[in-house]
């Protein structure tokens, strides 16, 4: 019996170690074929490889650099779901930035892909890798995926030679739930507007809340100092979708404090706004985030691949930039 568990046991773990070899050739080879081999950026949509500071890692930043720089040029991180499909969240604010050619909108689009073979499970993208898979040793903020952000930053300003001091970030579904919390724990972050569409789970800074659905914490190392005053007074719209009032399934509850939230990504969102407000005035503290509801869906039906609203898209991008023209967002 004890032969059988052992080679049972062996057997398991070669399919797990085969099943993240292949997520990692498939990356890799994606990022081949998308030239994204380069440290450089050109005009145009490209690719090119960041590599992350005293780490051996690296990663793929699909992009669109327009083809005259100006005073008025922003940079846009968009944040990519639980698909890691960081190429077409690209394609996605491309459309955007086509329908709206006025020089006042110029934009350099960022779209960093979080790989799994690099940064596997929930820890370590939703949460933004500042701890461990158990979520017991908190890693230095160096290692967090939200300073990657920050990083990648500087690296465009430096190499595009502009005078940028802000950024905005755009984060959907898994995306939004990175980016809401950066908010939270990286307060200091240089985030001129932050939006956060459709996110399926939140962090509410409650610290009678268990992580990493609120800031208490009884395992391990504890959270650092969350400042919430500074963290409220960054700009940041949660963005909601109407349509999305159906039941999430159980894989969208990775911890057991989830479904506290709501039944759907509707209700977890009004929660979260709703927490977040209680809190601000019970410390008297000024909020500058707001909530926005419109009538889209957390994906568009019957595609595929599935695909994220475009309207979800449209109503961020009227969030940074209130001047483009013809977008449709109720």
């Not at 994606?30 to 992350?52: A, I």
């Not at 960093?112 to 073979?117: E, G, K, L, R, Y």
């Not at 802000?166 to 739930?177: K, L």
Request: charged letters at 20%; proline letters at 5%; hydrophobic letters at 35%.
């Amino acid at each position: 019996m004890k032969q059988f568990v052992a080679i049972a046991a062996s057997i398991l773990v070669y399919f797990c170690f085969a099943h993240l070899v292949q997520i990692s050739q498939a990356d890799s080879k994606n990022f081949e074929q998308d030239n994204c081999t380069s440290r450089l950026l050109t005009k145009g949509e490209g690719c090119f490889v960041y590599q992350v500071k005293d780490a051996d890692l690296s990663i793929p930043v699909y992009y669109y650099l327009p083809n005259r720089l100006n005073s008025n040029t922003q940079i846009l991180f968009a944040m990519h779901g639980e698909k890691r499909n960081a190429k077409d969240y690209r394609s996605d604010w491309r459309k955007i930035y086509n329908s709206n050619s006025d020089s006042q909108t110029n934009f350099i689009l960022l779209a960093p892909q979080f790989a799994q073979n690099n940064f596997p499970g929930y820890a370590s993208y939703n949460l933004g890798n500042m701890f461990t898979k158990s979520l017991k040793r908190l890693k230095s903020q160096d290692q967090w995926a939200f300073s990657d952000i920050e990083n990648i930053f500087d690296f465009v300003k430096k190499s595009e030679k502009l005078q940028l001091s802000t950024y905005y970030i755009y984060g959907h579904s898994a995306g939004a739930q990175f980016v809401h919390r950066m908010v939270i724990f990286m307060p200091h972050a240089r985030i001129r507007k932050a939006v956060a569409a459709e996110a399926g789970s939140y962090t509410v800074p409650d610290k009678y809340i268990e992580y990493p659905c609120g800031l208490r914490k009884q395992t391990g190392n504890q959270l650092p100092p969350v400042e919430l005053k500074t963290a409220f007074s960054t700009p940041m719209t949660i963005i909601l979708g109407t349509k999305d009032n159906k039941p999430l399934s159980g894989e969208h509850d990775t911890y057991t404090c989830d479904a506290k939230q709501g039944s759907n990504r509707l209700n977890r969102g009004e929660y979260f706004y709703t927490q977040v407000k209680r809190i601000a005035n019970s410390r008297k503290y000024n909020l500058s985030w707001t909530i926005k509801k419109v009538t889209a869906a957390h994906i568009v039906a019957h595609t595929n691949p599935p695909i994220e609203d475009p309207m979800l898209v449209s109503c961020a991008a009227l969030e940074f930039f209130p001047n483009f023209k013809g977008i449709n967002c109720n």
